[in-house]
């Protein structure tokens, strides 16, 4: 039932570079609300990791940054390390029918 | 800081009514949004719905028909209900708080532990 799209997994190496987009729509994230991105390593809890579209609160390493630009948002991680290894979910606001909040398909992160 | 912690039956007939409940600790439930999330085995997350303090409630459409969400706030608890549930409805329930200024921009910061609703006769 999510309106927000993600590519089912990324992989990278340890240091390298990779990048999660998050597809929406007019409803959504191209109506002009927040995009926020969460963490979860697999059997924990949900994390929020990016809110207001690129703002990390604190403890969260700068190694993560995202962006929003029309109807779609991107995670970026770089200096990739083990531990980053996770689920990643972007989560926004829909205006369609009575509002309601909607997660991302979800990302599956791989460090080879 | 907050503590969510959920609490409930974590096996419930097909037909029957979900109860959970979550309570927060070291901090007033007063002001804030609070909100069910759940999370099938396997799968992504959905969010069900959430109340504020004051009562109000906004529910997820495709459960809408089916979920209810209260608030205590002598207790610093918030309470789900979702009726008629059938083995789809199997998940790990997350409560969580949800701050923002206006819905558009409100993001969940703190999360309960969450626990296992396993749908099953």
């Known amino acids: 039932q999510s309106v927000l799209t993600q590519p089912p997994s990324v992989s990278g190496a340890p240091g390298q570079r990779v990048t999660i987009s998050c597809t929406g729509g007019?409803?959504?994230?191209?109506?002009?609300?927040?995009v926020h991105w969460y963490q979860q390593i697999p059997g924990a809890v949900p994390r929020f990791l990016i809110y207001g579209n690129t703002n990390r609160p604190s403890g969260v390493p700068d190694r993560f940054s995202a962006s929003k630009s029309a109807t779609s948002a991107s995670l970026a991680i770089s200096g990739l390390q083990a531990e980053d290894e996770a689920d990643y979910y972007c989560?926004?606001?829909?205006?369609?029918?009575?509002?309601?909040?909607?997660f991302g398909t979800g990302t599956t992160v791989t460090v080879l | 800081q907050v503590q969510l912690q959920e609490s409930g039956p974590g096996l419930v007939k097909p037909s029957e009514t979900l109860s959970l409940t979550c309570t927060v600790s070291?901090?007033?439930?007063?002001?804030?949004?609070w909100s069910w999330i759940r999370q099938s085995p396997g799968k992504g997350l959905e969010w069900i719905g959430y109340?504020?303090?004051?009562?109000?409630?906004n529910y997820n459409p495709s459960l809408k028909s089916r979920v209810t969400i209260s608030v205590d706030t002598s207790k610093n608890q918030f309470s789900l209900k979702v009726k008629s549930v059938t083995p789809a409805d199997t998940a790990v329930y997350y409560c969580a708080r949800a701050i923002g200024a206006a819905a558009n921009y409100r993001y969940f910061d703190y999360w309960g532990q969450g626990t296992l609703v396993t749908v099953s006769s």
């Open positions: 070291a901090d007033s439930i007063s002001g804030y949004f």
């Open positions: 007019n409803s959504n994230i191209g109506a002009g609300y927040d």
């Open positions: 109340i504020y303090y004051s009562g109000s409630t």
């Open positions: 989560q926004s606001y829909d205006n369609s029918l009575s509002g309601f909040f909607v």
